[in-house]
C-alpha cells in the first residue's frame, strides 16, 4: 500500500499539442440527474468539462436542462428519455453514470441501456445510484466496456460487495473486485476520508490528501466527472485515475486553507490552473 504522490499529476498531464482540435480530448458522455437530484449530474459535467474533456454530452431529465445550461452552454444536451440515447452511448469514448440517477424502474432500464450499447473501445464510470442499482442487481454491470471505474463510497460499496464498511479490509475489497468482474478490466475507486485505489492486477494506492471540508455533497460527483474527463484525453491507465483522485483533492485542500466548507464547484473551477502549472513540470 503505497500513497499517490504529486508526481502522477507531471506524468500524466502533458502540455497540449498545437495542431490539436477537441477530438483529441475524448467525447464523454454523463448521464443521470433525476427530478431531486439535478445538480449531481451538473457538478459532475461541469467538473469533466473543467478537467478537459474535449466534447461533452449530459443525458438527463429535460427539467435540469435550463439550469445545465446556464452553467456549462458547452455541454451538449439530451434528455435521458430520448430513445436516441442508445446510439449516442455507442459513440462515445468515456460515459459516466449514476450522479443523482436515482433508484427507479427508469434508472435501472437506462443501466440496461448502457450495458447493452456498451463495447470494448470504451471506458465506463460508475457512480452512486449506478453502484447501487448493480449492488440491487450485478447482471447490470456492463462486463463488456473496455475498462470500467467504480467510485462507490463506503456504504456504496457495502451494497456493492456486501461487504460491510468494518470489514472492507484491502484483502476482502480485491476479492470482491475480481468476483465482480472476472476479466480485471475495472478499477475501484472506494471514497473516503482516505480513499483507496485498486487496481485491476490488485494493486492498492491511497490518497494522502482531502479534508473534512469536502465533507459536501457533490463532492463525489465532481470527481466521478474529472476522472471522467481524464480518461477522456488522457486513457483509462491506472495512474490516470491516480491523477483525477489526487487533483480533487489537491484543489479541495488548496480551498480548504482559507475556506471552512469546501464547495464541490469551487474545486472544478480550479482544476485548469491546476493542471496547466503541472502541465508544464512534466
Ligand atoms: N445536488 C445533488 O443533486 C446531489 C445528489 N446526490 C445524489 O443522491 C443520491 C444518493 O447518494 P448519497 O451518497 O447522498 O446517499 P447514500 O444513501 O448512497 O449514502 C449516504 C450514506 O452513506 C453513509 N456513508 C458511510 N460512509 C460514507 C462515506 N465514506 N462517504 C459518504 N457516505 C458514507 C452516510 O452516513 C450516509 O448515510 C445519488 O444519486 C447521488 O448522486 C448526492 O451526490 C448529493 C448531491
Ligand atoms: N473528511 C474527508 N476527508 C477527505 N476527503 C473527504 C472527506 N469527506 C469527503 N471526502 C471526499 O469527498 C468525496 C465524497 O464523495 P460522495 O460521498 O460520493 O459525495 P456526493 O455523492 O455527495 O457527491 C470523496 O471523494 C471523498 O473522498
Ligand atoms: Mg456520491
Redesign the pocket.
Known amino acids: 500500500m503505497t500513497d499517490i504522490s504529486e508526481d502522477v499529476l507531471k506524468q500524466v498531464i502533458t502540455v497540449r499539442k498545437s495542431d490539436s482540435h477537441k477530438g483529441n480530448y475524448g467525447r464523454i458522455l454523463l448521464i443521470g440527474g433525476s427530478e431531486n437530484y439535478g445538480g449531481?449530474i451538473i457538478?459532475a459535467t461541469e467538473a469533466a468539462l473543467n478537467a478537459g474533456a474535449g466534447l461533452i454530452a449530459t443525458a438527463t431529465h429535460s427539467i435540469n436542462l435550463t439550469a445545465l445550461h446556464a452553467r456549462d452552454p458547452e455541454a451538449m444536451y439530451i434528455d435521458y428519455r430520448d430513445p436516441k440515447l442508445a446510439d449516442l452511448i455507442k459513440k462515445m469514448d468515456v460515459v459516466v453514470c449514476g450522479?443523482g440517477l436515482g433508484m427507479s424502474d427508469f434508472a435501472k432500464r437506462i443501466l440496461l441501456m448502457l450495458k447493452n450499447n456498451t463495447n470494448e473501445k470504451q471506458i465506463i464510470v460508475l457512480?452512486?445510484s449506478a453502484l447501487d442499482l448493480i449492488g440491487e442487481d450485478h447482471s447490470l454491470l456492463p462486463l463488456n466496456a473496455g475498462h470500467i471505474i467504480m467510485?462507490?463510497?463506503q456504504?456504496?460499496w457495502q451494497r456493492v460487495s456486501q461487504i460491510k464498511i468494518p470489514y472492507q479490509t484491502d484483502a476482502a475489497n480485491i476479492e470482491a473486485l475480481a468476483s465482480l468482474c472476472p476479466k480485471k478490466n475495472i478499477t475501484l475507486?472506494l471514497?473516503?476520508?482516505?480513499?483507496h485505489v485498486y487496481s485491476e492486477n490488485g494493486e492498492v494506492m491511497v490518497?494522502p490528501?482531502?479534508?473534512?471540508?469536502?465533507?459536501?455533497?457533490?463532492?463525489?460527483?465532481?470527481?466521478?466527472g474529472i476522472i471522467g474527463g481524464f480518461c477522456a484525453q488522457f486513457g483509462a491507465k491506472f495512474e490516470t485515475i491516480l491523477a483525477a483522485?489526487y487533483i480533487?483533492?489537491l484543489a479541495?485542500d488548496i480551498i480548504y486553507q482559507t475556506n471552512y466548507v469546501v464547495k464541490?464547484t469551487q474545486i472544478s473551477k480550479l482544476l485548469p490552473q491546476i493542471m496547466k502549472k503541472y502541465s508544464s513540470l512534466n
Open positions: 449531481a457538478m450522479p457512480d452512486a467510485t462507490p463510497h456504504m456504496e475507486v471514497k473516503s476520508n482516505h480513499t490518497n490528501l482531502g479534508n473534512p471540508g469536502m465533507a459536501t455533497g457533490g463532492s463525489g460527483d465532481t470527481l466521478s483522485v480533487h483533492s479541495g464541490p
